[in-house]
């Protein structure tokens, strides 16, 4: 069974970017614009499993990271899904906030997406291997930016 990977981030792009990224290393990713679409899928049986790794926006529309971070932390089914939160807030206060909502890893956009295979890998107890992007000149980054599809 391939690796399941929920992305909850009201940025389409964001979404975008993420299961184009997993989906070449083989995973499986589902993506939703906001915790309660998320939430019901799951719970109405859309989806037929838990995710391994959650991708966690704070700020989305109805219910922020945290609450969704809690909540699913409040429920021993979700104990084995790793969560990762992926904001542009990049405070102490915030970082402290999602380790205690039951957060495993903590990335500020923009990220490459070398650091996103890498918190999937380093999350679920794996080894990340990822070659340089061969599109890439010399002096160009494997960044996730505006011109490349920013986080």
Sequence with gaps: MSTLVM???DSPVVRK???VTLRREGMEVVSY???VEALRAVTTRH????????FLDLELPRMNGFEIARYLRSKPQWNRTSIVILSRHDGIV????????????YLTKPCTRQM????????????????PDPGLGPTEKNTLSPTRGAL
């Design 116 to 131: 996103l295979v890498e918190v999937v890998m380093t999350s679920l107890g794996r080894q990340a291997v990822l070659p």
């Design 17 to 19: 970017i993420i299961e």
């Design 7 to 9: 992305v909850i981030d």
């Design 94 to 105: 915030d970082r402290i906030k999602a380790r205690l909502a039951g957060t495993q890893a």
């Design 47 to 54: 989806l037929d499993r838990l995710p391994d790794l959650l």
């Design 33 to 35: 614009p906001d915790g």
